[in-house]
């Protein structure tokens, strides 16, 4: 077990002055007292002062509303605040220090504000998902910020063991124990961005997590829990009179009423997961569409609406040499639904270019000169679909199918599991005597076969194959994460 420890350099004086002055700047706001930190609030700061205090102390919009709607007791990331009342809206909010924090009454020093982390799991590969966002019924049962995942059980106090299991550990019952904390049970692990299910193990009882309202069946009558570690989050500032403001975009297919942004005290936000890629997004302000203003990217979707644009991981160039009296160029392919008035691309010294984050997938593309389609004169690979043949680009390919021979042959094709068997679709390319084709598949079992000069045929130089219902066979791989 590893101890990640955040550090905050605070020069609190214990003195009236300093205590006076506590309650009017949040930089001179933490005390240590007989084994609590204490927190001092000025319920008239501005939002400003506000921002500032939460950001000193590592403290959540949960735990900030909670405080300034005066609750009795607040539970915030396994932790039990205590606020006391006293004049000239002051508030003290304190907590006991745990084990690793300082149990002596204050000196001037370093405040301890994160607790115990365990790595005891390698950085796990999540599910395959287009987007998600953690739906909890209870706040703060579950927390993902810069790779932290830390995961909640309220209650159960009186449970001798408790035990996280999920697709994060291989679903092991014992690699990832929970620990006893003020409230119930907690662990943090690293985890990447992306989808995790898990259940709880109490006492060697399954359970899933009644504060969390996603969920999955898990086979066996059962149900999963499901949270989602984010990479970005949607920002909308200002607004802070709407009542509800809602994100829409490619990635759901524009549905209207599944991802509500959450109030903050300068506008909206929403931390969710996006699949590598480029998505169209708007947002829905009390049922107005708007586009992103801080958003500089915005484009025409050749249907007279205008969207904002994000890109999540690496861009790449499409450039199309030439061209040079054309008046405008636009680049379609599977990536945007071969949306021909879209993506339009910018005029440069060599023709024209377009910068855009693709996820690592096969995709075919065309140009639109004018509206001409035709393909990329400067990519060799292509790609036959329902008889149109299409440029092929492939981002970050993980597996090269070779057919060993076969030097005489005038056109071969790689077909399989992977895109319905279609004997036209992958196009191999020759090299000296044998043929390749470097494809992205996605973790899992792939069936597949050689067509050459129209002729199905096993890979001979893979052992594994399996049957088919033409009694012929299949040849298999497996992909793994």
Known sequence: MKHRLTYVVLAIMLLLSGRLMAQAVPEWAARFEHGKLILSVNLKWNDDEKKRFANLYDLDSLLMDAVFSRKLTIVADCTVWTPKVLQNNIIELSKMLGS????????????LLDDNVSQKNALAMPEAANYGITKLSRPGVFKCKDGKACFFLPGNREAKKVYLSGTFNQWSTLQTPMQACDSGWKLCLDLLPGKYQYKFIVDGKWLTDENNKQREKDGHRGYNSVVYCPNFSFRLKGYTSARKVMVSGSFNDWRTDE????STVDGWILPIYLREGTHAYKFIVDGEWITDPDNKVVRNDGRGNRNSFVGIGESMVFRLNGHDNAREVYLAGDFNGWNGGELLMNRDARGWSLSYVLAPGNYGYKFVVDGQWITDPQNTRTVVVNGFENSLITVKPNHIFR?????????????????????DSFLMTRQQDDWVCELYLRPGRYAYKFVVDGVWMLDDANPLWEDNEYGTGNSVIWIAH
Not at 100 to 111: L, S
Not at 403 to 423: D, E, M, T
């Open 100 to 111: 690793d924090g300082p149990t002596h009454d204050f000196q001037p020093e370093m405040i």
């Open 259 to 262: 991802l509500p942004m959450i």
């Open 403 to 423: 057919l060993i021979g076969h030097a005489q042959a005038k056109k071969v094709i790689v077909s399989g599991s992977f895109n319905n068997w279609q004997k």
